[in-house]
């Protein structure tokens, strides 16, 4: 399958810093990315659908200042989150869309964030 | 109503037994259709898709119902390492809808 990395996979930040993560396809090229988030115990939450070249577009309630999302070439997209605070600690992954017979999508290993 | 339904179970299971999970989907135009797997802590990763005609790889084989809007998932002769959650995804317009994914546990 196609893979797809992302970094850094944990970090640890003190709350009002900005983190930024990484999302790259590596053996293909992707148009489309997503960026979900996922809650101990919980399904993945879609957070925005990004789009390279384009602005992204952010899934109802998520704070578009607040995540930061540019898909500047056709591997590499980047999520910060801006100020974090303890409430955004979660799990962050990408997922890149290939189009291969059957439309899928394929993740990142995950980010895992921490905001003391 | 959820786009995607799933029973969150868990399902415990003895190694060798067969398994099956269901998802429902909502939306009839929903397009394609999908078992992910996810360990814990870990990314979903593709577990196959899913054909109108049926579909099987190794022990596991899904199905989909486009009339009753149902999808599902048999594993057979399950193995410890087969132990994760077990997500139903559905492709509709370019957007993927998860549903809350099934625990598995396969004792020993």
């Known amino acids: 399958g196609a893979v797809v990395s992302q970094h850094p996979s944990r970090v640890i930040c003190k709350s009002g810093t900005s983190v930024k993560i990484e999302c790259r396809s590596l053996d293909f090229q992707a148009t489309t990315m997503f960026w979900y988030r996922q809650f101990p115990k919980q399904s993945l939450m879609l957070m925005a659908t990004?789009?390279?070249?384009?602005?992204?577009?952010?899934e109802q309630g998520v704070e578009k200042d607040k995540f930061l999302i540019n898909h500047a070439s056709l591997t590499l997209s980047t999520l910060t989150v801006t100020s974090a605070h303890p409430e955004d600690s979660s799990f962050y992954i990408c997922s890149a869309r290939v189009l291969q017979g059957a439309d899928t999508q394929y993740f990142g290993p995950g980010t895992r964030l921490t905001v003391l | 109503r959820k786009e995607v339904e799933q029973d969150p179970g868990p399902f415990n299971v003895p190694e060798g037994a067969t398994v099956a999970f269901n998802c429902t989907y909502s939306?009839?135009?929903?397009?394609?259709f999908f078992w992910y797997r996810q360990d814990c802590r870990k990314e979903p990763k593709l577990l196959m898709s899913?054909?109108?005609s049926g579909n099987e790889d190794g022990r596991f084989t899904a199905q989909l119902n486009r009339a009753s809007q149902y999808i599902s998932l048999l594993i057979r002769d399950s193995k410890l390492s087969d132990s994760a959650t077990y997500l139903c995804?559905?492709?509709?317009?370019?957007?993927?809808?998860f549903g809350t994914g099934t625990s598995l546990t396969v004792i020993p």
């Open positions: 990004s789009n390279e070249g384009s602005k992204a577009t952010y």
């Open positions: 995804v559905v492709n509709r317009n370019n957007q993927f809808y």
């Open positions: 899913v054909y109108s």
């Open positions: 939306n009839s135009a929903s397009q394609s």
